[in-house]
């Protein structure tokens, strides 16, 4: 499953993972009052992914089928570790793929 992660820059410590085929249109209208501007922070493959930092890959792609959408609020350096995590699996990822051949 493709996931799209987005930061609010109106408010540090807003996360919005949401699943590709997902329009950031169809959010509630309060919720996208409270995110305000957002920003594109990175864009992965989570079915590449055993574990996240802060959030249980399974959970977030049942929440990314159900609704579309998962909102976090945490703080950002958390969520950076995340993406930088998920940067470095996907390189050692590629690197074994290239050794496999």
Do not use: W
């Not at 410590?13 to 920003?39: A, H, I, N, Q, W």
């Not at 959030?55 to 959408?69: C, F, Q, R, S, T």
């Amino acid at each position: 499953m493709k996931c799209s992660v987005y930061r609010s820059i109106a408010n540090e410590g807003l996360f919005l993972y949401v699943s590709s085929d997902f329009s950031t249109d169809r959010l509630p209208d309060e919720l996208k009052k409270k995110l305000g501007r957002m920003r594109l922070s990175v864009q992965f493959d989570l079915s590449r992914f055993k574990n996240l930092v802060q959030i249980n890959p399974d959970e977030l792609a049942e929440h990314l089928k159900e609704k579309g959408y998962h909102l976090c609020i945490r703080d950002p350096s958390v969520i950076e570790q995340d993406l930088e995590k998920a940067v470095q699996d996907m390189l050692n990822s590629g690197k074994k793929d290239q050794t496999a051949e």
